[in-house]
C-alpha cells in the first residue's frame, strides 16, 4: 500500500539517537553543583529565539535584521499583562504573548515580504526601530528608558516560583524550548516545511507547481514570530523586567550572529549558535568587560571564512571524513 | 473535441519588450502541440506566458473555460497546468521524493505511478537534486509536474543536452504519457523531426510570430517548407 506523502516525511526524518544529545546536556547541567541556571536560562530563551529565526532565514530564506521586534512584542505583551492587567499566571500569559507576536507577524510579513533583498532588509528593520521608538514614547505605560518593572509571575502550574538561583526559570525555559523544538521540527520536517526550503531555492519553480508562495511564506513569518514572543515572554518573566532593549538592532544583530555560528537551516544550530555565543561573552567579559565583542567578532569572520555551515556544519565535514577514511 | 487552451492575439514579453506579437492558437483536449523555431524566436516565452510569467501586453488565455488573465501562477498551476522548465530547476537541497511530493495534488498521479514511469527516480528516492545526472533531472522535473495532476502540460526543450539512450528513455516516456490520452501537452523542442514525430500538431514561430499553425503531417513529409519556415536547416 502506498504512504501517504506525510508518512514518507516521516519516515525519513524519524528521531535520531543524536538529537536527544542537546537535551541531554541542557538537564544534565541543572544537576551541576555549580551549574550557572541564569546563564543556562538566558541560553535557552536565545536558542528559541535563534530557533524562531531559523525557520525564517535558514529554511525559507527570508533574511531579517528585524526579528527583535517579535521578541520585544512578546516580552512586553506578557509585561504589560501581567504589570497593568494582573494576569501573572505564566503560562497562559507566555501563549498570549505568542499569539500577539504573531499576529504581529501576520500583519507586518503582509507588508514586508512583497519585497525582496535590500528592502526587505531594511523594512524588517524599520519595523523594528519604530517599535522601539513607540515603547519609548509610551513611557508612562512601559516605563521608557528606566524598564518595565513592578512585573509579578504566579509560580509555575500553582507550585513553583521563581526562585533566585534560577531553577525554575530554567526548568521552565527549556520545557518551553522543549516543546517549541518539536514544532519546528515537525514543521522543517512536513511537506510545508520542504516547500519552504523550496520557496528559498527558487519561489517562482514553487509558484509554478502550484504553492502558493506569498501566503506560506507569511505563514512562516508568522509562527516564527509567535515562537520569538514566546521567548521574549519568557525572558520577561524569568527577569521580572523589560527593557528597550528587547527591541533593540542590537538583539536583532546578535541573534543572527547566533544563528550564524551555530548553522543556519539545521534546527539545531540555533542550540550551538546561542550557547557558544553567551558562554563566550561571559568568558570573555571577564578578562575585557569592554573588549568581549572583539572575541565574537573574530569567532564570527572566522566562521563566515572558514566554516560556511557555522560550527554543526564543521561537524557534519568532521563526520563525513571519518566516515570516509573508515569505507 | 473539446478545447482546452485558447490564446487570442497574446502580445507579451518581460517588462516592457514585447517579445510575442498577437500570438492565437488553440490546444485540443488529450491533443498534443509542438512548438517549433530558431533560438530566441518566442518559444520558451509563450510557455511563460501560459504559466503567467510574463507580462501581458494584450489579449487573451482562456484554459478549461477560464479567464487566466491576471490569474497567478500558482493559481494556474492548480487549474490544472503543469510545466518542465528548460532548466529543470530542480530543488538542490531536496531529495528526489521531496521533489516530487512538495508538488502532489490529488488525482491519479501518485510517487509509485511517477516511479512505474521513472523507475531510475526510484532508485534514487533518498538523494538530493543536486546529486542526480542532467537525463535523472529531466525524469525528475517531469516526474514533479505529473505530480500537480496537471490537465495541460507544458515541456521546454525536455530533450536538450541529454545523451541519446537518455533522450531515448525519455521520448518513451513520453509516448506513454500521449498514449495514456488524458493528457494535453504542448512540447517546445528544438529537435525539428522529433516534435514533428511526437505533435499531432505544430506551430512555428519566427521573431514573436506565428508563421504556421497545422498537421504535423503537412510538413513532416516537406523539409524544405520546414527549412524555409524555419529559416535554418532542420536539427535531426
Request: proline residues 3%; hydrophobic residues 50%.
Amino acid at each position: 500500500m502506498a504512504l501517504h506523502p506525510i508518512d514518507h516525511f516521516a519516515a525519513g526524518h524519524r528521531l535520531r539517537p543524536i538529537e536527544l544529545l542537546p537535551w541531554a546536556l541542557a538537564v544534565g547541567y541543572f544537576f551541576l553543583p555549580n551549574a550557572n541556571l541564569p546563564l543556562g536560562t538566558e541560553i535557552l530563551i536565545w536558542a528559541l529565539f535563534a530557533l524562531s529565526l531559523d525557520l525564517v532565514l535558514g529554511y525559507t530564506g527570508i533574511v531579517s535584521l528585524g526579528h527583535a521586534a517579535f521578541f520585544g512584542i512578546g516580552a512586553y505583551a506578557a509585561g504589560l499583562a501581567a504589570r497593568w492587567l494582573g494576569w501573572t499566571e505564566p503560562i497562559s500569559a507566555l501563549l498570549f504573548a505568542g499569539l500577539v507576536a504573531g499576529a504581529a507577524g501576520i500583519v507586518s510579513g503582509m507588508i514586508v515580504l512583497r519585497t525582496h533583498g535590500l528592502t526587505l532588509l531594511m523594512l524588517t528593520m524599520a519595523v523594528a526601530v519604530m517599535l522601539k521608538e513607540i515603547a519609548n514614547k509610551l513611557g508612562w505605560l512601559t516605563g521608557g528608558a528606566d524598564g518595565l518593572q513592578g512585573i509579578v509571575i504566579d509560580p509555575v502550574l500553582g507550585l513553583y516560583r521563581f526562585d533566585m538561583f534560577g531553577r525554575t526559570s530554567y526548568v521552565y525555559a527549556l520545557v518551553v524550548l522543549f516543546l517549541a523544538w518539536i514544532v519546528a521540527r515537525r514543521i522543517v520536517h512536513s511537506p510545508f516545511g520542504r516547500g519552504l526550503v523550496g520557496i528559498r531555492e527558487n519561489a517562482t519553480r514553487m509558484s509554478a507547481i502550484g504553492s502558493p508562495v506569498m501566503r506560506r511564506m507569511v505563514t512562516v513569518y508568522a509562527i516564527s514570530a509567535a515562537l520569538a514572543g514566546v521567548a521574549g515572554a519568557l525572558l520577561a518573566q524569568s527577569t521580572r523586567y523589560v527593557t528597550l532593549n528587547v527591541l533593540s538592532l542590537e538583539y536583532s544583530g546578535d541573534v543572527l550572529i547566533m544563528l550564524v555560528l551555530g548553522g543556519m537551516g539545521r534546527l539545531y544550530g540555533a542550540f550551538a549558535g546561542a550557547t557558544v555565543f553567551l558562554v563566550l561573552r561571559d568568558e570573555l567579559s571577564k578578562i575585557s568587560p569592554a573588549y568581549w565583542g572583539f572575541g565574537i567578532g573574530l569567532l564570527l569572520v572566522a566562521t563566515v571564512l572558514f566554516a560556511r555551515g557555522g560550527l554543526l556544519g564543521l561537524v557534519d565535514i568532521a563526520l563525513a571524513r571519518i566516515r570516509g577514511k573508515r569505507s | 473535441m473539446v478545447e482546452l487552451l485558447r490564446l487570442e492575439d497574446v502580445s507579451a514579453g518581460y517588462g516592457e519588450t514585447v517579445v510575442l506579437e498577437n500570438v492565437s492558437l488553440a490546444v485540443e483536449a488529450s491533443g498534443t502541440l509542438a512548438v517549433i523555431g530558431r533560438n530566441g524566436v518566442g518559444k520558451t516565452t509563450l510557455l511563460a506566458t501560459i504559466m503567467g510569467h510574463t507580462q501581458l501586453h494584450g489579449g487573451a488565455i482562456r484554459f478549461a473555460g477560464i479567464d487566466l488573465t491576471g490569474m497567478e501562477a500558482h493559481a494556474r498551476a492548480r487549474a490544472g497546468i503543469g510545466y518542465v522548465p528548460q532548466e529543470r530547476e530542480i530543488f538542490a537541497s531536496l531529495t528526489v521524493e521531496e521533489n516530487l511530493t512538495v508538488a502532489e495534488r490529488p488525482g491519479d498521479w501518485s510517487l509509485d505511478r511517477v516511479y512505474d514511469m521513472f523507475p531510475g527516480l526510484a532508485n534514487r528516492r533518498r538523494n538530493r537534486g543536486n546529486q542526480l545526472s542532467g537525463g535523472e533531472q529531466q525524469m525528475l522535473a517531469i516526474g514533479r509536474a505529473l505530480m500537480g495532476n496537471p490537465k495541460l502540460l507544458l515541456m521546454d526543450e525536455p530533450l536538450e543536452g541529454l545523451a541519446p539512450v537518455i533522450v531515448e528513455q525519455l521520448l518513451a516516456a513520453m509516448e506513454r504519457l500521449r498514449a495514456s490520452g488524458g493528457l494535453t501537452i504542448v512540447l517546445v523542442e528544438q529537435h525539428t523531426r522529433i516534435a514533428l514525430a511526437f505533435a499531432q500538431r505544430t506551430l512555428v514561430l519566427d521573431r514573436g510570430r506565428v508563421v504556421f499553425d497545422g498537421a504535423s503531417a503537412e510538413l513532416a513529409g516537406d523539409p524544405e517548407r520546414v527549412a524555409r519556415l524555419i529559416g535554418v536547416a532542420e536539427r535531426s
